[in-house]
């Protein structure tokens, strides 16, 4: 259900300073790991998935709007003119 992408060769030259952790057995877990996942079935993979992902929370509607407040994207807002007012046109009987 979710193909995981087989693993690639590097396209750039290695970082010297990233060399030690090439090299190191936490790389060789990470190798072993994804080829014991790709080896399980569709099923298992998304079980696998809705395991490790399933208990992130979204933020809520809220949240959202303090982080859409407060990351400055609409701060353009606060330079436009007022262009409409209580007291324009006629008022809308519900």
Same mark, same amino acid.
């Given at each position: ?9 590097? !396209? ?15 790389? +060789? ?13 569709? /099923? +298992? ?15 809520? !509607? !809220?949240?959202?709007? /303090? ?10 807002? /606060?330079? +436009? ?8 046109? +006629?008022?809308?009987?519900?």
């Amino acid at each position: 259900m979710f193909p995981l992408p087989a693993p690639q060769e590097p !396209t750039l030259p290695p970082d010297p300073k990233m060399e030690s952790a090439a090299t190191s057995p936490n790389l +060789e877990l990470v190798e072993s790991l994804l080829r014991v996942i790709q080896s399980l079935s569709s /099923h +298992e993979q998304a079980l696998l998935f809705d395991k490790l992902l399933g208990e992130i929370p979204y933020p809520s !509607t !809220t949240e959202i709007m /303090h982080l859409a407040d407060q990351g400055g994207s609409f701060d353009f807002w /606060h330079e +436009e003119p007022d262009l409409y007012a209580a007291s324009d046109g +006629e008022p809308i009987s519900w």
